[in-house]
Nanobody
């Protein structure tokens, strides 16, 4: 399995921006499709966005479409999530995930075997 470590979280005011990074190690990064999920207090972990091995295909949850952008830099083994126009409802622990199986347009947690430890994003009103 690939090891994943998130960074870049923190506290931001509503309307602001944050960029999350996820550094991968251990296996060939381009063997894996990758994604971001998030989990708010008292709620289930939910899909945010995903990107295919070489960045050709991207998918987004309706709640973040037009505000978040997922990307990856395979030369640096890093996955990114640019989050703009942040809302208090975006407050959650954000997790990066990776899996070698084919990428679906709508992903669930069962579609990914490798996970980071998570990083807190808090959006104040």
């Amino acid at each position: 399995q690939v090891q994943l470590v998130e960074s870049g979280g923190g506290l931001v005011q509503a309307g602001g921006s944050l960029r999350l990074s996820c550094a991968a190690s251990g296996r060939t990064f381009t063997s894996y499709n990758t994604a971001w999920f998030r989990q708010a207090p008292g709620k289930e972990r939910e899909f945010v966005a995903s990107v295919s091995r070489y960045g050709v295909n991207t998918y987004y949850a309706d709640s973040v479409k037009g505000r978040f952008t997922i990307s990856r830099d395979n030369a640096k083994n890093t996955l990114f999530l640019q989050m703009d126009s942040l809302r208090p409802a975006d407050t959650a622990v954000y997790y990066c995930a990776a899996d070698a199986r084919p990428l679906k347009s709508t992903s669930t947690i069962s579609d990914f075997n490798s996970w980071g430890q998570g990083i807190q994003v808090t959006v104040s009103s």
